[in-house]
T-cell receptor, first 115, second 116 residues
């Protein structure tokens, strides 16, 4: 079974600084998708960024970028120029490609942004 | 595109009562998922529909839980004889099987259940 591990329960970053959230996963599949979701106190899960495993290029979305290391099964999220609105729980998630399969989530990292 | 909507947003019920949650997916999405999330945890998969067919159920979905998606549109999740351990947020999500969608799953705001 696939598993997703987020080893950092909490992280803190100063406004305008850069922070990296870690995620590792375990799978025997070669084709899959990886996601980072943000869940602010309002509780709605919001998609931050998506990575297809077959793509070598790391995904970027404005201030958010990933470092995808397929061989190491590592998928970290970098947030640049952190803003107060980035404070939230961040979940890493895995999904097999090619089938209508479910997302498997990690336990999350709570990100605090300080002035 | 109005997003995934869920109703009610909050429900407080007495132990032993039945509750039902409704989910309306994004209109062109044929896949619909239910997840459960407890405080401090990531969402856990409960069940999944492709159109009206329920294709997968988690072991977390006990006999007291039933989900339906008649006509492949909205879905309902019913919990019978609620227990305090059922207290959680129930998240609905949807996605499209169109390749260009990238298998991205979009979530609703969730339905909070408190069993007292």
């Amino acid at each position: 079974a696939q598993t997703v591990t987020q080893s950092q329960p909490e992280m803190s970053v100063q406004e305008a600084e850069t922070v990296t959230l870690s995620c590792t996963y375990d799978t025997s599949e070669s084709d899959y998708y990886l996601f980072w979701y943000k869940q602010p106190p309002s509780r709605q899960m919001i998609l931050v960024i998506r990575q297809e495993a077959y793509k070598q290029q790391n995904a970027t979305e404005n201030r958010f970028s990933v470092n995808f290391q397929k061989a190491a099964k590592s998928f970290s999220l970098k947030i640049s120029d952190s803003q107060l609105g980035d404070a939230a729980m961040y979940f890493c998630a895995y999904k097999e490609a090619g089938t209508a399969s479910k997302l498997t989530f990690g336990t999350g990292t709570r990100l605090q942004v300080t002035l | 595109d109005t997003g995934v909507s869920q109703d009610p947003r909050h429900k407080i019920t007495k132990r032993g009562q039945n509750v039902t949650f409704r989910c309306d997916p994004i209109s062109e999405h044929n896949r619909l998922y239910w997840y459960r999330q407890t405080l401090g945890q990531g969402p856990e998969f409960l069940t999944y529909f492709q159109n009206e067919a329920q294709l997968e159920k988690s072991r977390l979905l006990s006999d007291r839980f039933s989900a339906e998606r008649p006509k492949g549109s909205f879905s309902t999740l019913e919990i019978q004889r609620t227990e305090q351990g059922d207290s959680a947020m129930y998240l609905c999500a949807s996605s499209s099987d169109i390749v260009l969608s990238g298998n991205t799953i979009y979530f609703g705001e969730g339905s909070w259940l408190t069993v007292v």
